[in-house]
């Protein structure tokens, strides 16, 4: 089984979805990680050095199981839905041809969460069933499908 994770910003993997890839790794499947946005707005500091640590930061976590993570490097806090997303989006589907995909929910709290929910949606266009991470806090989301993490819970984020 091939399962493809995208997040918007380095660090959504680990906080919305990493234990359910440590659970799937667990299976065998196949883990490809894409990071949307550079994530030179997720802090304090210059935001290239800040890009630069946050990229380190998602390598290594994703280095944690296997996976050599893809980072689409569009600009932090400004994703939208349009056809150079959708497009990026696209083509990395038809690369990796998952099983399944997750992402981040449709009504998440961060704008750029729900950019890549909505491109993530039209570009899979029926080829690969889309999930949804629980939103921070689970504001808002009604889970249809459960992943028992309870075995991998020490390395989560």
């Known amino acids: ?70 980072f689409l490097d569009f600009p932090d806090g400004a994703l939208v839905a349009d056809a150079a997303l959708i497009g990026a989006l696209r083509t990395l589907i038809g690369e990796v041809k998952p099983d399944l995909a997750i992402t981040h929910a449709p009504n998440d709290y961060h704008g750029d969460h729900r950019a890549l929910s909505d491109g993530v949606r039209i570009a899979a266009s029926f080829a690969v069933p889309v999930l949804h991470a629980d939103t921070l806090g689970g504001t808002g989301f009604s889970p249809t499908h459960y992943v028992d993490i309870s075995g991998h819970a020490g390395i989560k984020a």
Request: charged share 20%; aromatic share 6%.
């Open 1 to 70: 089984m091939r399962v493809l994770a995208l997040g918007a910003h380095p660090d959504d993997i680990e906080i919305f979805m990493f234990g359910t890839m440590a659970a799937y790794a667990a299976l065998g499947a196949e883990l490809t990680f894409a990071i949307a946005t550079d994530g030179a707005k997720g802090g304090k500091g210059a935001p290239a050095t800040l890009a630069r640590a946050r990229r380190e930061e998602a390598t290594a976590a994703a280095g944690l199981l296997g996976v050599v993570p893809r």
